[in-house]
């Protein structure tokens, strides 16, 4: 199992190109990527996972990576008018956003018949750790009828679109199945350990599915013909590159009405729903902007070492973050600054109605090189960093405790309170 991919087709109208990159994982050496970046003349909505085990923070489109690009295609037609629907790919993007370390939003606005801007196009994409090889990241899509006037009812059909890529060499045994009642296609490698791809549609039903080779499922997207539907089937292994997979929602938009859905691909683990999070966590001693710091937040088997989910936050000015959980159950949950301490609260509650007030007070500042200890390596590359400023070559964000844009004795006063300390 090389790799798994959604594409799309080159787009006939140029963006602007706007990027944003999600790296995560159970620790620095296990880390999962997706990247995004805006389609132009010849570029994707596009993203991957990196698992270390085979190339660490990159994407290898050689096969050492899992990788997957992100889009979908659309028919849409007012029910008042005659003729054959629109049929396109979502790609004229105008605005992308990182919104936290683990999520980034981009939107689209499409044409129908001619008309212009008459179909929003939304995604929020979030990117989350489930452990050493396991990741999972969730897309929520919505698409909007920005038509106002009483007639302007459109018929949509939305295709989030799929092409899975093997070597066939050497994946001559992978298969390919489809759960109806998970709304989930399966990618297993029977050659060697590669972990299991899982490609879920969580949400609204999914009116049809298909697999097969790329050109027969982008036939079948080329159709014009109004609510053309998929036809349920998918190959029972692979035997060449460039399977394709495909869902299908159909819908009815009423003037400003909105349609939204989850789709997921997961590394390992099946996909789940999200529970809503929100905590505080203040970043102690710490002067700068707190929105452009990372915080991590991890879940822990109670009493153990065993991390069961990641994903990173943005912290803010009160300290209040909001995020999301796949995992339910009872945790020990840390949250971590970039160079602060871990703070701990034991034995949490994670329930399909999330959890809210966690409360992890203020963190602690000094930990320079992030091993979660003030110590002498701590000092080292404070000492390094000494007396530079912004821009420097010799300047180290990192030991720039106090977010001041210099290395100071006020960032030396902060380590000598936190001197020897150790987080939860």
């Not at 997706?34 to 994407?59: H, I, V, Y």
């Not at 692979?238 to 997961?266: E, K, N, W």
């Not at 949490?348 to 091993?371: E, Q, R």
Request: hydrophobic letters at 40%; one cysteine or more.
């Amino acid at each position: 199992m090389k790799k798994l991919v959604y594409v799309a087709v080159a787009c006939s109208v140029a963006s602007i190109n706007l990027a944003f990159t999600f790296t995560i994982g159970a620790s620095g050496a296990n880390p999962f990527q997706f990247q995004w970046f805006e389609p132009g003349l010849s570029m994707w909505m596009q993203g991957g996972f990196g698992n270390s085990t085979f190339s660490p923070g990159k994407l290898d489109f050689g096969g050492k990576d899992y990788a997957y690009q992100i889009s979908a295609w659309y028919r849409a037609k007012r029910t008042s008018d005659s003729g054959q629907p629109r049929e396109y790919q979502v790609c004229h993007f105008d605005v992308s956003t990182q919104a936290s370390p683990s999520t980034g939003i981009a939107h689209a606005f499409e044409e129908v018949n001619g008309v212009g801007n008459v179909l929003d196009f939304d995604y929020v994409f979030t990117l989350r750790s489930m452990g050493p090889k396991q990741a999972v990241l969730h897309i929520d899509w919505k698409v909007t009828n920005k038509k106002t006037g009483a007639a302007d009812i459109y018929d949509v059909n939305y295709f989030p679109y799929l092409d899975m890529q093997c070597h066939s060499a050497e994946n001559f045994n992978d298969t390919l199945v489809y759960n109806t009642g998970q709304q989930m296609f399966t990618y297993t490698n029977t050659n060697n350990a590669n972990p299991q791809l899982f490609v879920r549609a969580m949400s609204p039903a999914v009116s049809a599915y298909q697999a097969g080779f790329y050109q027969n499922v982008r036939t079948v997207l080329s159709n014009m013909v109004k609510d053309s539907i998929l036809n349920n089937q998918v190959p029972p292994s692979f035997y060449a590159d460039d399977q394709a997979t495909d869902f299908q929602h159909i819908f009815r938009l009423q003037p400003g009405a909105s349609q939204s859905g989850v789709s997921a691909v997961g590394v390992g683990i099946v996909p789940t729903e999200l529970a809503p999070a929100s905590g505080n966590a203040m970043l102690g001693g710490f002067l700068g902007d707190p929105s452009k710091q990372t915080m991590r937040v991890q879940l822990y088997q109670p009493g153990t070492s065993t991390l069961v989910e990641t994903i990173d936050v943005a912290g803010s000015a009160s300290g209040n973050f909001n995020t999301t959980l796949m995992s339910r159950g009872s945790y020990d949950i840390t949250v971590k600054g970039t160079h602060w301490l871990s703070r701990k609260i034991s034995n949490v509650n994670v329930t399909n109605a999330g959890l809210s007030g966690l409360n992890f007070g203020t963190l602690i500042n000094g930990d320079i090189n992030d091993d979660n200890t003030v110590d002498q390596f701590d000092y080292l590359r404070l000492s390094a960093a000494f007396d530079t400023v912004k821009l420097d070559l010799a300047y180290d964000a990192m030991a720039d405790l106090n977010g001041d844009d210099t290395v100071d004795q006020f960032d030396y006063l902060i380590m000598s309170e936190s001197w020897e300390m150790v987080g939860e």
